[in-house]
């Protein structure tokens, strides 16, 4: 009876300790640096995949390889970023990299002309934007990361 009941607390045990693991993020090096980098777009941007975008910005966990513009709880896309929706922008690495460097630049190229935008932020630094990148890369369709 004792065994048969402590076979059974160890096996109740495996279990949660299964699931914890399976609910663990583990990131290659490189979204690990991203991670950190996350924290300046955090200030607007939600990355945790459940919850609902922000008044201040779309929630972007899923954004990588999805088109532009397309988050129906954020209704404050610009100008910009509607016009390159309307174009079907998809955010590739090479989009992410020149959109972060300088968002009205990058909408003004995508749209052919000068436009509103609504991202008042850049990060210059090239290795930060390739470690964003490889973040939103890693963490796309993995609620445990955020
Ligand atoms: C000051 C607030 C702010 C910060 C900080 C910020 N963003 Fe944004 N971001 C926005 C807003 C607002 C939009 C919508 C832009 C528009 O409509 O023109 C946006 C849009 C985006 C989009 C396109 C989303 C979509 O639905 O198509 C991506 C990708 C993005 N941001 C990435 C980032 C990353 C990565 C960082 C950090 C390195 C960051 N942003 C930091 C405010 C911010």
């Excluded at 490189?30 to 777009?41: E, L």
Aim: charged content about 25%; proline content about 5%.
């Amino acid at each position: 009876m004792f065994v048969k009941s402590l076979v059974a607390g160890m096996a109740v045990a495996l279990i949660a300790a299964g699931s914890a693991l399976a609910a663990e993020c583990s990131l290659p090096p490189d979204a690990q640096a991203g991670k950190t980098v996350s924290n300046q777009c955090k200030s607007c941007h939600e990355f945790q995949a459940d919850k609902p975008s922000r008044p201040t910005a779309p929630n972007i966990h899923d954004i990588y390889g999805e088109k532009a513009g397309q988050r129906k709880d954020f209704p404050k896309y610009s100008e910009g970023m509607q016009g390159a929706a309307a174009k079907g922008l998809v955010w590739t690495d090479a989009n992410i990299m020149e959109y972060l460097a300088d968002p009205k630049a990058f909408l003004a190229k995508v749209n052919g002309k000068d436009v509103k935008h609504a991202m008042f932020f850049n990060l210059k630094d090239e290795q930060k934007r390739k470690d964003i990148i490889a973040f939103l890369k890693a963490i796309k369709g993995k609620p445990e990361c955020n």
